[in-house]
C-alpha cells in the first residue's frame, strides 16, 4: 500500500489542523493505521492509531482530549483532526499502515510538517 500524507502547514497555537492520509494500492479496510510524529533533534513517536478491534482508538498522553484519528474505508483515507495546537505539536507527521496488528509498522507516508507558533 502506498501512503500520501497532507494538510500541514503553520498554525498559532490554539488552532486547529486536519491531516489527511491517502492510500492506493491494496485493500486499505485490511490495514491497521496510525499516525507518528517527529520534532527536530528527537526520535519519531507515535500519535494515534487504531487498535486491534479496528474501531478503538489510542493516543500518546500528550495529544489525549485534543486529537482524534478517523478513518473512512470508501474514500481509503485516514485522518488526524488536531484541535488545540500547542508549539511542542511542531514535528514531521507521518501515517503508517500494517497488515498485522502485532507487528511494527511496514509501510510509511512521506511526512508532512505542522509548525505551531507561539
Known amino acids: 500500500v502506498q501512503l500520501q500524507a497532507s494538510g500541514g502547514g503553520l498554525v498559532q497555537a490554539g488552532g486547529s489542523l486536519r491531516l489527511s492520509c491517502t492510500t492506493s494500492?491494496?485493500?486499505?479496510?485490511?490495514?491497521?493505521m496510525g499516525w507518528f510524529r517527529q520534532a527536530p533533534g528527537k526520535e519519531r513517536e507515535p500519535v494515534a492509531a487504531?487498535?486491534?478491534?479496528?474501531?478503538?482508538?489510542t493516543y500518546a498522553d500528550t495529544v489525549k482530549g485534543r486529537f482524534t484519528i478517523s478513518r473512512d474505508d470508501v474514500k481509503r483515507a485516514v485522518y488526524l483532526q488536531m484541535n488545540s495546537l500547542k508549539p511542542e505539536d511542531t514535528a514531521v507527521y507521518y501515517c503508517?499502515?500494517?497488515?498485522?496488528?502485532?507487528?511494527?509498522?511496514?509501510?510509511w507516508g512521506q511526512g508532512t510538517l505542522v509548525t505551531v507558533s507561539s
Open positions: 503508517a499502515a500494517k497488515k498485522d496488528y502485532f507487528s511494527d509498522y511496514s509501510y
Open positions: 494500492g491494496s485493500t486499505f479496510s485490511s490495514y491497521y
Open positions: 487504531f487498535t486491534w478491534t479496528g474501531s478503538g482508538t
